[in-house]
């Protein structure tokens, strides 16, 4: 059985399959990306949450290509920020993906904020559409905080900035089991892992 993943991201990609091999109901489920099926046009992402969003990838996934297709939104809310970038994280510099720009912005705006009050949180909704049209949403939310400059070679987007509560390193210097098992998406996901068990296992 197929599953796309909305996303062209490869991180995103090895993340779910990760999670999703790490349960046995889940070992017949083949995880594809946007990359490998045909092209149809993706709409812009216009929801006001990530839930909205969510949603809306993977209500788009399944129309375009018959497939069971999970969708994802996630971001950070930056505390100092009033929540901000939040559904804004990916394009907070302006042009969507740029990981760099983005995470200078951040740091930009808040280099006078005290370490005390640095706080944030990765925060993300997990969507699952299958074909009949029943839909399946889920939370996930990593509360941490973050430092003045960038620390390790992992992740993306703004994980070198954030380090979880609880923690001393930046996500971006967790090794990958280790950061799933904290993680927005990886709470989220394994969230998912049940249901997609349920549905297509």
Not at 50 to 75: C, H, I, Q, W
Request: aromatic residues 4%.
């Amino acid at each position: 059985m197929k599953l796309l993943l909305a996303s062209r991201n490869r991180k995103k990609l090895e993340e779910l399959r990760r999670i999703l091999a790490s349960s046995p109901d889940l070992l017949k489920v083949e995880l594809v990306g946007l990359d490998d099926v045909p092209e149809y046009p993706e709409a812009p992402e216009k929801g006001l949450t990530f839930a909205e969003n969510a949603l809306m990838k993977a209500r788009e996934g399944v129309k375009y290509t018959g497939l069971p297709t999970v969708g994802d939104d996630s971001g950070l809310a930056v505390d100092a920020l009033n929540g901000m970038p939040g559904v804004f994280s990916a394009r907070w510099a302006g042009r969507h993906g740029d990981d760099k720009a983005n995470l200078d912005l951040v740091l930009a705006q808040i280099s006078d904020v005290d370490d005390e009050f640095r706080a944030a949180a990765f925060v993300c909704a997990v969507a699952l559409v299958l074909p009949g049209g029943k839909e399946h949403l889920v939370h996930g939310k990593m509360p941490g905080r973050l430092i003045r400059a960038p620390r390790g070679e992992g992740g993306f987007g703004y994980d070198p900035i954030f380090i979880a509560d609880g923690h001393t390193k930046t996500s971006a210097e967790l090794d990958p089991a280790a950061k799933d098992a904290i993680s927005h998406r990886g709470q989220a996901l394994r969230a998912l892992a049940g249901v997609i068990a349920k549905n297509l296992g």
